[in-house]
């Protein structure tokens, strides 16, 4: 028993002093925030970070709102799935008899496969929003710093994403 809380304090300790190694360059006195850039976030940028933003920054408001509802309709229905799969999962592993837990089971891998359909309709959203963009400023953000997606075909008929960044 001893041994355990000796353990427990040692291991404590380390998790401290590793947080405090890792905070301390943040509270020298060299750790202030460098100045803010002049360089703005292109449209491209803004869509990699939430699908619509750099269609709404393009000025094509119902894409942009299309989009972003259609991504915020996709992860809240994947999160609610999750929340139901979680509690069918408690109730199955809770069950008094064998065709409760059958029934619990069931509920709980059917609403796992709809959490990760959803999660899969918002990666979706995501991409066909990165080529809509894409699409939409193809030569215009040509300045060093800005970002270039590329859409290739390969040989066997594949669709090929590449990301570039401008010096």
């Known amino acids: 028993m001893q041994n355990q809380r000796k353990a427990g304090r040692t291991g404590g300790a380390a998790v401290c002093f590793i947080l405090a190694v890792l905070l301390l360059p943040l509270q020298g006195p060299g750790a202030e925030n460098p100045p803010p850039s002049d360089r ?3 449209s491209l940028e803004k869509s990699l ?6 269609q709404i920054s393009e000025n094509r408001w119902l894409k942009g709102a299309a989009f972003a509802a259609a991504e915020l309709a996709c992860l809240g229905a994947a999160l609610v ?8 999962y408690a109730l199955y592993r809770a069950a008094a008899d064998e065709a409760e837990a059958v029934r619990y089971r069931r509920l ?9 359909a959803f999660l899969l309709a918002a990666a979706a959203v995501w991409a066909v929003n990165l080529i809509d963009i894409y699409r939409l400023i193809q030569g215009k953000e040509t ?5 270039s997606l590329g859409i290739e075909h390969g040989p066997s008929r594949e ?4 990301f570039g960044c401008r010096f």
């Open 40 to 42: 703005k976030l292109g």
């Open 49 to 54: 970070i939430f699908p619509g933003w750099g």
């Open 81 to 88: 799935h999750d929340g139901l799969g979680n509690e069918n």
């Open 108 to 116: 709980v891998v059917r609403h796992d496969g709809r959490r990760n």
């Open 143 to 147: 300045k060093p710093g800005s970002l």
């Open 159 to 162: 669709l090929r994403l590449s």
